[in-house]
């Protein structure tokens, strides 16, 4: 479902962040949507992500009951394996629930050992 295009600046490093401020998924405990912003943050290395496809891929999540943190990596992981980038950072802030406000922040970078 992701699509990619080809970076005219591969030799380069310059960051793209693209925020999406309507994501939305269930809480896999209540049932209960919830609705967070999602701020991509990466610097590309010969891929960039084509943001329709990216649309499209974050919506599938509307309907799925998925914790946080998980959705947060998952995202990630997709995104890494997809464009391999030299480096990205997913932040996902969710609205409060409950009086209680929740942001992830998940990062990669190219080369480095997996903690």
Request: hydrophobic share 35%; aromatic share 12%.
């Amino acid at each position: 479902m992701l699509e990619t295009f080809e970076n005219s600046y591969p030799n380069r490093d310059y960051v793209i962040e693209i925020v999406c401020p309507e994501f939305t998924s269930v809480c896999p405990k209540t049932g209960q949507p919830d609705f967070g912003t999602l701020t991509f943050r990466y610097v590309p290395d010969k891929l960039c992500v084509e943001l329709k496809s990216l649309k499209l891929y974050l919506q599938q999540f509307r309907n799925e009951g998925i914790f946080y943190e998980n959705i947060t990596n998952r995202i990630l992981d997709d995104l890494v394996r997809l464009l391999q980038p030299r480096q990205m950072t997913l932040t996902a802030s969710f609205t409060p629930r409950g009086g209680i406000s929740t942001t992830v922040c998940a990062e990669y970078k190219a080369g480095a050992a997996p903690r």
